[in-house]
């Protein structure tokens, strides 16, 4: 069974102290990894997909990285407005009866203080 | 603009009346989802759609219906069979099933 655990649940930031948030995985031959930013009572937002362990990702103060068991976020000198829940999901390789199912994380709690 | 439309945003329901959350897309997609987010957990998969008139369930399909008679809607009822409805309601779509999701605004439905 697909497994994506999220460290830590919460993380607060003083604005520019940069850090890093983790996502671990157990998946049955990885076809993408995924990133989204949900803000309070509104539907995440896609950030990055990686689909292999080297890969890395940019945007704005955001970084993902990847590796066979994980994947980190990296926040650079956040800002306030970075402050979200930010969730990580897995994308299994074809076959199965979970076929293009995302399995989510838990998700880490971000907030980011002036 | 294209995208995904969930309607409503909220809703409340008695116990015992089934409720139909809306999902549409303009995004030409062939994949739609419908999760539910709880808090302190990660969104669970109800059902998933790969083509029109065909959906699969997914992890926690029990006391949910949904239907697929159009590419762009793939509606999802709430029957008086699911224990504990009160939840936010995601909905998804993806290009191809390969690819990941992108999602609606949510749907967040309260039993009173």
């Known amino acids: 069974e697909d497994q994506v655990t999220q460290s830590p649940e919460a993380l607060r930031l003083q604005e520019g102290e940069s850090s890093s948030l983790n996502c671990s995985y157990t998946v049955s031959g990885l076809r993408g990894l995924f990133w989204y930013r949900q803000d309070p009572g509104k539907g995440p937002e896609f950030l990055f997909t990686?689909?292999?362990a080297g890969e890395e990702k940019e945007k704005e103060r955001l970084k993902a990285t990847l590796t066979k068991k994980e994947s980190f976020l990296h926040i650079t000198a956040p800002k306030p407005e970075d402050s979200a829940t930010y969730l990580c999901a897995v994308q299994a390789n074809a076959g199965g009866t979970s076929y293009g199912k995302l399995t989510f994380g838990q998700g880490t709690i971000l907030t980011v203080h002036p | 603009d294209g995208g995904i439309t969930q309607s409503p945003k909220y809703l409340f329901r008695k116990e015992g009346q089934n409720v139909t959350l809306s999902c549409e897309q303009n995004?030409?997609?062939?994949?739609m989802y419908w999760y539910r987010q709880d808090p302190g957990q990660g969104l669970r998969l109800i059902y998933y759609s790969q083509i029109v008139n065909d959906f699969q369930k997914g992890d926690i399909a029990e006391g949910y219906s949904v239907s697929r008679e159009k590419k762009e809607s793939f509606p999802l009822t709430v029957t008086s069979a699911q224990k504990n409805p009160t939840a936010f309601y995601l909905c998804?779509?993806?290009?191809?099933?390969?690819?990941?999701?992108?999602f609606g605004q949510g749907t967040r439905l309260t039993v009173v």
């Open positions: 990686l689909y292999s």
């Open positions: 995004l030409n997609h062939d994949a």
């Open positions: 998804a779509s993806s290009i191809h099933r390969s690819l990941g999701a992108f």
